[in-house]
């Protein structure tokens, strides 16, 4: 009994750990972890109160790919109006080749931060495109999008 009220406990507090999310998606649906050229991502949420907001990308990919950064396009809109819009290189590897993202077995996991921002009340979209040289990036797994409020108010 004691154990499991440990447990218990502890989930309380990793869950509480996350209280500054606003929002997180993460998508896996990739045909053979391939994210073609044309294939826009877009996550839409809601900001619930002014305040300054990190947009985070979480980026998932196959071990030892030979890429050492993945570029893309973050947007953000709100309503129909750019407020942001910038290139972003998803680090993958250092300059010695060695893996930046947490890795396990065949899968790496990286999070990465995009944007630092006051965001204003309302609703708003992020898409990221694929700026890869070629008709589709390989090796990829899953990508999405985190909203967190931001430690550095």
């Known amino acids: ?4 009220a440990l447990y218990f406990g502890l989930l309380a507090i990793f869950a509480g750990c996350s209280g ?3 929002y997180k998606e993460f998508n896996r649906n990739f045909t053979d972890h391939r994210w073609m050229k044309n294939d826009i991502r877009v996550y839409t949420f809601q900001i619930p109160e002014e ?7 979480d980026y998932s990919h ?7 950064s993945v570029p893309v396009k973050v947007s953000v809109h709100q309503k129909d109006k750019v407020i942001y819009e910038q290139p972003v290189s998803i680090l993958i590897k250092d300059e010695n080749g060695k893996h930046l993202g947490d890795c396990m077995g065949d899968y790496c996991d990286i999070r990465q931060k995009a944007l630092s921002e006051t965001l204003k009340e309302g609703e708003y979209s992020v898409r990221l495109t694929n700026l890869f ?21």
């Open 1 to 4: 009994m004691k154990r499991l």
């Open 20 to 22: 500054d999310t606003v």
């Open 51 to 57: 305040a300054r907001y990190d947009i985070l990308i």
């Open 62 to 68: 196959v071990y030892d790919t030979p890429l050492s």
């Open 133 to 153: 040289d070629f008709d589709y990036m390989p090796n990829i797994l899953g990508i999405g999008v985190r909203v967190m409020k931001s430690s550095n108010q």
